[in-house]
């Protein structure tokens, strides 16, 4: 009658939510055969899905009622029968660890192990909210999930199941409609069907390179070699992104199942799932969904007493940014280097061990039994028609509200960063947005409301990527922001073509010059150069776009390079080498703690008088404006 939903997903689980779930089973154990009761009807408020029951007798035995003479409403109470689960990302992850009870829909944040035995007693025994532990806004208090500004504004298909759903139990997902679009496929359409309906809803690979996935399949399909494979590329390598990994944790069965209709659509017997090592609790949970989807008869041999059959394998990456490119990806599965090769011949035509090749992401799969469910044309009508459905955002940086978020394609910037993300942390001033990782670019100001879609970002110089959301502040530096992801990207760099592989490295050595105070105007000519010769020579697409970081912030924010090799500046006073402590002379009060505190003796003076910093011996450490009790020393831009 009652489930507690604990979010187990990796950002919750690091805030203890393990530790909470425990608890709750432990007071769920102790519980069995109490009698709770049913909030009254004018305090219940359900979702279309968990409306309250129109009878006592759809809850099971051991039930009576009770008058409730203050509000004149009958009160049901029943034996205690209370379901703990581990579900998935829940999305808010700036709140959390998270905790969702159903089936009232209560969702409660930032909870602690000490909060469960009041969650229980109240909402579980009593039916009561405990509006201490939910959201607030303005003076407003949030009880239901989708009544929070940061859900109500999304729009939730392929998340719709993570955190509503315990994502180790395939019988949940099935009980919510799981495997029912494979079922179909797989009695009542042809390949060719299948495929067909794919092309028509236009999907595009939401991996990064937005590629028509219909597309690829009925080429692939084409083939005449008989072997084909289905590869899904869940390595998700990009700093700041963790969509895949949410689903991978949140919702395993439906990437899976999109993978078994791709299977049957292009005459595939065998699968592959590239997941980084870095994520160990998406490994557990899918080894343990297809281990379910095995012994239910959905995958194997003679799927659901039929001549299809198709198997399951996890293959797991080392952490090489680069296997995420498809080529690179597949010799990693075949027990190679992951290295890019020469194209083409494409994947479609020869892919894992020289046969043809599905390779989409995680997201583009778990999109496919929803098109299979409702249609094609129902597809289409959610976002522009070049770039139709919905895209799973990783919101992170300087932004109130960070989490996981899906929305529609082409809603704007400025939805995402202040309607669902709260706006800029602190209240401070938007600044700008790196979109789409180490291989994406830049949004400032007056891109706030540019469609976010495939096309309108590759106008801007930018591009979707992934899904990874990087809001920065004005206190940011964008010259430190482009050595970061060069310092990436140069890193990443499996070394096999010339252009990524010196070229990526010589565009660091100048932008750590120029953040160290050491940088020319030659310099900047020399960046806009190389980030033109790796765009147009680099062997493979993470090549082509590693400059685009350093493009981007150069195009936009180009005064803010020229502080740094011309007035040896940083405005954001972000950069260590161009910073300058200055002590005021109106609030030193000559105490010497500064002094003493500095470990190399640059700071001198006399006691009750105002010290003073010599620039020439400096570090830039920072040490004396921490000891400072008086707030007397400070910055200088």
């Known amino acids: 009658s009652h ?42 408020t359900g979702t279309e899905k968990q409306e309250k029951p129109d009878t006592a007798e759809e809850f099971g035995t051991d039930i009576s ?61 009593h039916g009561r909210p405990v509006e201490r532990l939910m959201y607030h806004k303005d003076g407003i208090v949030y009880r239901q999930q989708e009544e929070i500004p940061f859900y109500e504004k999304q729009t939730r298909l392929v998340l719709k199941n993570c955190g509503h759903i315990d994502a180790e139990h395939i019988e949940e997902y099935i009980a919510v409609g799981g495997y029912q679009s494979f079922a179909k496929v797989l009695f009542e359409q042809t390949p060719n069907d299948v495929i067909e309906t794919i092309l028509e809803s236009n999907l595009r690979g939401r991996g990064g390179g937005g590629f028509q996935t219909g597309y690829k399949w009925k080429q692939v399909a084409r083939q005449q070699e008989k072997i084909r494979y289905i590869v899904c590329n869940g390595d ?63 995958l194997g041999e003679h799927i659901l007493g039929t001549d299809f059959s198709f198997h399951l394998h996890i293959n797991r990456g080392a952490g090489a940014f680069v296997c995420g490119e ?71 940086g300087s932004v109130k509200n960070t989490g996981l978020i899906e929305v529609p394609m082409g809603t704007s910037l400025r939805e995402v960063i202040y309607d669902i993300g709260g706006g800029i942390k602190g209240d401070a001033k938007f600044k700008a947005v790196q979109i789409g990782g180490p291989s994406g670019g830049c949004l400032i100001t007056p891109h706030l409301d540019v469609s976010l879609d495939f096309d309108s970002l590759k106008k801007m110089g930018a591009m979707i990527g992934s899904g990874g959301l990087v809001v ?60 033109s010769t790796i765009t147009d020579t680099a062997l493979c697409g993470l090549g082509k776009s590693a400059a685009l970081p350093v493009m981007s912030t150069l195009r936009l924010f180009r005064k803010e390079y020229e502080e740094h090799v011309v007035d040896k500046k940083c405005a954001a006073k972000n950069c260590t080498a161009l910073r300058r402590f200055v002590i005021s002379p109106e609030r030193c009060k000559g105490c010497s703690k500064c002094a003493r505190n500095c470990p190399v003796g640059a700071i001198s003076g006399q006691v009750k008088k105002p010290y003073v910093i010599d620039d020439s011996i400096c570090i830039k450490c920072g040490a004396c404006e921490s000891a400072c009790a008086f707030h007397a020393i400070h910055i200088e831009a």
């Open 3 to 44: 489930r507690i939903l604990v979010c187990a997903g990796t950002g919750c689980l690091a805030g203890v939510s393990q530790k909470i779930y425990d608890r709750f089973c432990e007071m769920a154990k102790q519980s069995e055969g109490v009698k709770v009761e049913f909030v009254p009807e004018a305090e219940y």
């Open 65 to 125: 009622k009770t008058e409730n003479s203050a509000a004149g409403q009958t009160v049901i109470k029943e034996a205690c029968h209370v379901g703990v689960k581990k579900s998935g990302c829940h999305g808010f992850c700036e709140m959390g660890p998270l905790v969702r009870i159903e089936p009232y829909n209560y969702i409660y944040i930032k909870v602690k192990e000490e909060d469960c035995e009041e969650i229980f007693n109240e909402t579980i025994l």
């Open 236 to 298: 998700e390598g990009d700093p700041g992104a963790f969509m895949d990994r949410s689903i991978m944790e949140g919702d395993p069965h439906k990437m899976i199942e999109g993978m078994l209709i791709a299977a049957y659509a292009v005459g595939a017997q065998e699968g592959y799932i590239y997941v980084r090592a870095e994520y160990p609790l998406a490994i557990s949970r899918l080894r343990l969904a297809i281990s379910q989807a095995e012994n239910r008869g959905l």
């Open 326 to 396: 498809g080529s690179a990806l597949t010799a990693s599965i075949e027990g190679k280097r992951g290295m890019p090769r020469v194209k083409p011949p494409r994947t479609v035509e020869q892919g894992l061990f020289a046969k043809p090749t599905v390779l989409n992401n995680v997201e583009t799969f778990a999109n496919v039994p929803m098109i299979i469910e409702k249609g094609a044309k129902w597809y289409r009508s959610i976002g522009p028609e070049n770039s139709p459905g919905t895209k799973a955002f990783a919101l992170t």
């Open 472 to 531: 920065m502040d004005d206190k940011t530096c964008m010259v430190e922001v482009a050595r970061f992801f060069m310092n990436f990207t140069q890193n990443e760099s499996c070394g096999k073509c010339v252009p990524c592989r010196e070229g990526t490295k010589r565009m660091l050595e100048i932008l750590e010059r120029i953040v160290a105070g050491k940088g020319t105007r030659e310099d900047l000519d020399l960046l806009d150069e190389l980030a």
